[in-house]
């Protein structure tokens, strides 16, 4: 079990939170979110290993082989106010010379209790496409993401058709880990503010394939143990 309590008060209340943007997307209409981002230290490393450790558990438990360094980009700090969301869209994207195109896994962690200090704010994942095989190359995922829209490409309609499911979060420290290229969303807060943290986790070549394709390494990368 993550031991949320110092973790709030220490580093998600102190994270400078300004408002989330999705390249390429209508306003409001993707994405309506207060994010920020810090990098772990020696308050955090203990939470970071936990992490890190259950990833990898994860990937080798159901198969997924997913390659994984061990290496995640900057921990995001995510909330959303009342009326605010996040409409369907994937963590990655394999278009070479993308910035994200490493990321194979995610991890989203609940910082608050639902039904008590919010409303709302589902937290569901696509059920109506095929599952991402990650020891596919580049080229193939490429290919099968680029079949499966996000919010941004879509029509109301299209997004309303989507087969999805609620995951099973709900009180501080809940946990939902899935494949970066999955489609999800955060629905509508409907009252108080939901609080939650991501983070990414990057392939075996992503720290490499960064150094070399993106002349200013950015967003920061760090070692799990």
Known sequence: MI???????????????????MVGAQKNRCRSSNTGFVNFDKQS?????????????????????????????????????????????RDTAYKRGYPVADRYMSIT??????????EGGEFELDLSVPTYDLTK????????????????????EDMNRIKSVKAPVSKPGDIV???????????????GVRKSMVIWYLSDWGKEWRKKKIKRLKPKIYKGT
């Open 109 to 118: 962690l609940l910082v608050n209790e639902e039904g008590v200090d919010f």
């Open 45 to 89: 490393k203990n939470i970071n290993d936990k992490l890190t450790s259950l990833m990898f558990t994860i990937d080798k438990k159901y198969g997924w082989n997913a390659k994984l360094s061990g290496y995640h980009e900057d921990w995001q700090m995510v909330s959303y106010n009342k009326n605010q969301h996040y409409q369907w869209h």
């Open 3 to 21: 031991q949320l309590h110092k973790f709030q008060t220490t580093i998600y209340d102190n994270v400078e939170l300004g408002s989330g943007k």
């Open 177 to 191: 880990v899935f494949k970066a290229p999955c489609r999800h969303r955060v629905k509508k807060v409907t009252k």
């Open 137 to 156: 190359s580049r080229d193939e995922l490429q290919k099968i993401v680029e079949n499966n829209l996000s919010c941004s490409e879509m029509s109301v």
